[in-house]
């Protein structure tokens, strides 16, 4: 089984995306983790990728094609996998799609994770950060003993820059313009399965779980 999981900024996709790798022993490509990896590796790709992500623009397909392909290609493909933060627009999805025919696969779900604009921002404007060790709380969904401590470390915890409300909205935008032609498609093709995020972390995926295997 292959999967996208797609879902703003907040909406609580990485965990869903743990529980959903465990549960089916699926490949998780985590797409920000490899680009950060292959940033600090002697790939030939390595200067490049870096600048992007210094200046927190997105990767250009080209490169995101390359290392999408030489990655996936790596891996058992009978096992499915899992993708998360790729594919990013259209042009990504439909190379991705033509990758899997490459080895007579193909995407069976595009799971998105939905949560309003003013919940994205809410959960995002509570988190906070520790100075010392990195460690990220949340003063609602995971808070800290003290909110401005670091339980692990006794750090002090701050706000990111991008974790202020008017760089979260911008965050949002951009997630919704590169998304909205990917669900579209999904759509179409029948694949998109549409899940309240606004819930509890198990009601989430129990719904997802009952729901990926009607078709
Ligand atoms: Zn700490």
Not at 57 to 80: C, M, S, T, Y
Request: glycine share 8%; net charge neutral.
């Amino acid at each position: 089984m292959n999967i996208i999981l797609l879902g703003p900024q907040g909406s609580g996709k990485g965990t869903q995306a743990d529980l959903l790798v465990q549960k089916y022993g699926l490949n998780y490509v985590e797409m920000g983790k490899i680009l950060r990896s292959i940033a600090e590796s002697d790939n030939q790709h390595a200067k490049t990728v870096k600048e992007y992500l210094n200046k927190g623009d997105l990767v250009p397909d080209e490169f995101v094609r390359l290392i999408a392909w030489d990655h996936i290609n790596k891996q058992d493909k009978e096992k499915g996998f899992l993708f998360d933060g790729y594919p990013r627009g259209l042009a990504q999805y439909d190379h991705l799609k033509d990758m899997l025919m490459k080895f007579g696969k193909k995407i069976d779900w595009v799971v998105y994770l939905y949560i309003s604009p003013e919940e994205s921002i809410r959960r995002l404007s509570a988190r906070r950060t520790c100075e010392k060790c990195g460690e990220i709380f949340n003063l609602v969904t995971n808070p800290p003993k003290n909110p401005e401590v670091c339980d692990k470390c006794g750090g002090k915890l701050t706000q990111r820059e991008d974790d202020q409300p008017e760089a979260i909205k911008r965050r949002l935008e951009l997630f919704g313009e590169r998304t909205k032609q990917i669900l579209e498609k999904a759509k179409q093709e029948g694949v998109l399965l549409e899940i309240d995020g606004e819930r509890a972390i198990d009601k989430i995926h129990e719904d997802i779980v009952d729901k990926l295997w009607i078709k």
